[in-house]
Each structure stands twice: as structure tokens, then as C-alpha cells.
């Protein structure tokens, strides 16, 4: 994924280095499985309809990769993103669902941990 939107400030990797632990312990969790790559649009009836922005992890490691986040916040929008068109889309008790939340809890903890111990 290159695009436009690339960031202007040379990759500091050190900058972005804690996003990068951060989705990898995303990848690594066992409730990953429904985040991982994108929703197959042709395979999930009114996917493509309902959620306007789709986002996974693997499409947040690109632009991770590709330099495409300009700041924390756009990195947390994406990761956000995921959660919010998961529970839109899936009822809170259905397998996916419940994945969801378990994902949100999970990384919202990791991500105070990471942000205090700056
Ligand atoms: C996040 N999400 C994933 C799927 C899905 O089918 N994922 C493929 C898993 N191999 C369907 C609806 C949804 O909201």
C-alpha cells in the first residue's frame, strides 16, 4: 500500500517503534483471527453497505511500514476503527462480536501501559 499520504518527516523508526510492538501483540492474540486481513466484501453480505471505512491489522501494518501515519492519533483512529465497524456489524454475543470486545479491552490496556511508561 504506497500512496499520497505518505509522511513528510524522514520514518523515525523510534518514534513509531512502540506502534509497531503494540499490533504485533495485536497479531499475536488469540481473538485476532476475524482482524487480522480484510472482510471479504463478496463473501460477507452487506459488509461493503454497512461499514464505510473497513479497517484490519494487516492494512495497519502497511501504512505503519509505508510511513503513512503522520502522528499517534491517525495510528489510534485506524486501530479504533476496527473495534467500532466490529460492533456495528456483529451482535455483541456472536462469536466475532465478542472477539471484538475482548480485542478492544486488550489493546485499550496496552496502550495506557505503553503511554505511561513514557
Ligand atoms: C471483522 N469481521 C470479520 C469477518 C470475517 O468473516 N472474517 C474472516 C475470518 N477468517 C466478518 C465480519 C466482521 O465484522
Redesign the pocket.
Known sequence: VSCAKRAKTPNSELLFLPFRVLLAELEAHQDA?????P??LK??PG?RKV?KKPM?FFTIKEKLINNMYLNQENFIIDVNL?FD??QK??EDDSE?GQ??HRMKRFFDKRWTELLRKQ
Open positions: 483471527w476475524p482482524f487480522l486481513s472482510v471479504k463473501s460477507v459488509y461499514i484490519d476496527v465497524n466490529c456489524f456483529n466475532i472477539a471484538g
